[in-house]
T-cell receptor, first 114, second 112 residues
């Protein structure tokens, strides 16, 4: 079974631009979550989508948005990029296991904002 | 607000040594705890998932324990190998969704 696929792997943008990242979950997984990883803040939760609906949201400005399609693929959009948005963006798909969910992560998209 | 702490931040050991990585969390009302491994510049690889009702999980040379009441988990690595060198992260799930709260990680170096 294929793992979580994130595209593109690397991205270079300039301040003020916008960017869209894509995530294809493991087949059969309906939940997709997004995380931002930076050296200073570590891994921080952005949002989670389940069956095309946002189920949870982290503490990020409205410039960060996402959506999920009927095939569970998800996209994340960042508008008006800032230098501080440079980070590794990780997507995870999950499936129910016991009382919670087990999560599987993609390889990430490394975004550099110049 | 849940806070997850991992100690030590970095660890360097000779090959063959057994070692323990520590993870603590402030709110014991968790659904599960998951340990991950991250190689430089890469994504996260799931190592072990411990349900809130479980005390430990084992996979090969790895053993993870969970003590919810004290807010602690440990990851035990037996007979460490240079290929085990990576950053190890623990994360707790608190809600019925999939939101994880991560620790800062322990950077492990196993020297040949």
């Amino acid at each position: 079974k294929a793992g979580v696929t994130q595209t593109p792997r690397y991205l270079i943008k300039t301040r003020g631009q916008q960017v869209t990242l894509s995530c294809s979950p493991i087949s059969g997984h309906r939940s997709v979550s997004w995380y931002q990883q930076t050296p200073g803040q570590g891994l921080q939760f952005l949002f989670e989508y389940f069956s095309e609906t946002q189920r949870n949201k982290g503490n990020f400005p409205g410039r960060f948005s996402g959506r999920q399609f009927s095939n569970s693929r998800s996209e994340m959009n960042v508008s008006t990029l800032e230098l501080g948005d440079s980070a590794l963006y990780l997507c995870a798909s999950s499936i129910r296991q016991g009382t919670g969910n087990i999560q599987y992560f993609g390889a990430g998209t490394r975004l550099s904002v110049l | 607000k849940q806070e997850v702490t991992q100690i030590p931040a970095a660890l360097s050991v000779p090959e063959g040594e057994n070692l323990v990585l520590n993870c603590s969390f402030t709110d014991s009302a968790i659904y599960n705890l998951q340990w991950f491994r991250q190689d430089p510049g890469k994504g996260l690889t799931s190592l072990l998932l411990i349900q809130s009702s479980q005390r430990e999980q084992t996979s090969g040379r790895l053993n993870a324990s969970l003590d919810k009441s004290s807010g602690r988990s440990t990851l035990y690595i037996a007979a460490s190998q240079p290929g085990d060198s990576a950053t190890y992260l623990c994360a707790v799930q608190e809600t019925s969704g999939s939101r994880l709260t991560f620790g800062e990680g322990t950077q492990l170096t196993v020297n040949p």
